[in-house]
Each structure stands twice: as structure tokens, then as C-alpha cells.
T-cell receptor, first 113, second 111 residues
């Protein structure tokens, strides 16, 4: 069974630009969660999507948004990039969210110059 | 707000030695996870602990959970170099699937 895939794996952008990251969950999984990992703040929850609906949201500004498609693939978008948005963005998929175990993808490394 | 604290944050140990990483959390939770992360890599699931007194072992790693004390431990037995990595504990809130992570423990095992 294929694991969670994320594209692109690496991305370099400049301040003020916007970026879209993609996550394809494990086949059959309907919940996708996004996390940001930085050296200063550690691993922080961004949001969770289930059946195309945002079910939970972390404490991030409105520049961070996401969506989920009918095939459970998810995208997250960051607009007006700031230097502090440089991070590893991890996507995790689970069968139904809740108590279902989450499986993490390889991540997208975003660098903002 | 759920808070998760790990200690130590940095751990340098010699091969063959034993050590324990501690994970404290601030509010009731119904499950706790331990993950391993190698540099530049994603998170690898090690253990899921579901109930008070739960103990799980895999190779040289053993994890336990005390929900009354809100404490989990990850014990390393006879460390080997291959265990060098950063270890995170993560606590799931009782509703939803959001995980709150500890700061991570960077483990270095020296030959």
C-alpha cells in the first residue's frame, strides 16, 4: 500500500509570494492533517480536513488556508509569504481522524528568501 | 490548552548505556504517541499508548504511560548508534485528531 505522498518536496519562494502544497493520503484514508515544523516553534498543528470539510484549525493567521478534494487529496496554501514561514510542512493521513492512527508523509521543505 | 513537555531536550549517551526520556502533559488525553525523526526526514511512528499502565516494547525501546500522573516514558536499553535521532512524544486531545507535540529529545549515541 502506498504511503502518504507530498509534492513538491522542496520549494524556494520569495517574500510576498504565495505557495500551494499538495498531499495525497493513503488510499482509503479520509482525514488529512497538516503540521508545520520549525526549529523555533517545533511541530504545530495547522488544520485537519475530513470529507472535504475543515474539522479543526490551529492557531495560525488567515494567510494559511487549505482544502480537500473529493478524492481526499488535500492542498494547503500560504499567501503573502514571510521569512518565518520557512519550515517543513508535514501532512498526515488517517482513516477517519479522531482516534485513527495518523501516518505522516515525507514533508515539503519550504524556504522563503 | 494542552501543553506537552519533554526532557531532556538533548541527550548524549554511550553505546551500551540505558536512559529514559520523559514526557509530561497538562490535560486529560486518551492516547499518546512516540515518534522518531531522522535529520531532514519525516516522522516515524514508534508506539501508540492507549490506557493507563500501557507498556509497549520494540527492540531496545520501551514506552509506558501513566495517565494519572500524565506522564509517559521512553526507555532506551543498551543504546546503539542507530538509535541516534530526535524523539517526539505527541498527545491527542480527547476530541478530534489534533496532536500536540513535545519539543523533541535529540539523542546522540556515541560509540
Amino acid at each position: 500500500k502506498a504511503g502518504v505522498t507530498q509534492t513538491p518536496r522542496y520549494l524556494i519562494k520569495t517574500r510576498g509570494q504565495q505557495v500551494t502544497l499538495s498531499c495525497s493520503p493513503i488510499s482509503g484514508h479520509r482525514s488529512v492533517s497538516w503540521y508545520q515544523q520549525t526549529p523555533g516553534q517545533g511541530l504545530q498543528f495547522l488544520f485537519e480536513y475530513f470529507s472535504e470539510t475543515q474539522r479543526n484549525k490551529g492557531n495560525f493567521p488567515g494567510r494559511f488556508s487549505g482544502r480537500q478534494f473529493s478524492n481526499s487529496r488535500s492542498e494547503m496554501n500560504v499567501s503573502t509569504l514571510e521569512l518565518g514561514d520557512s519550515a517543513l510542512y508535514l501532512c498526515a493521513s488517517s482513516l477517519q481522524g479522531g482516534n485513527s492512527e495518523q501516518f505522516f508523509g515525507p514533508g515539503t521543505r519550504l524556504t522563503v528568501l | 490548552e494542552l501543553k506537552v513537555e519533554q526532557n531532556p531536550l538533548f541527550l548524549s549517551m554511550q553505546e551500551g548505556k540505558n536512559y529514559t526520556i520523559y514526557c509530561n502533559y497538562s490535560t486529560t488525553s486518551d492516547r499518546l504517541y512516540w515518534y522518531r525523526q531522522d535529520p531532514g526526514k519525516s516522522l516515524e511512528s514508534l508506539f501508540v499508548l492507549l490506557s493507563n499502565g500501557a507498556v509497549k516494547q520494540e527492540g531496545r525501546l520501551m514506552a509506558s504511560l501513566d495517565t494519572k500522573a500524565r506522564l509517559s516514558t521512553l526507555h532506551i536499553t543498551a543504546a546503539v548508534h542507530d538509535l541516534s535521532a530526535t524523539y517526539f512524544c505527541a498527545v491527542k486531545e480527547t476530541s478530534g485528531s489534533r496532536l500536540t507535540f513535545g519539543e523533541g529529545t535529540q539523542l546522540t549515541v556515541n560509540p
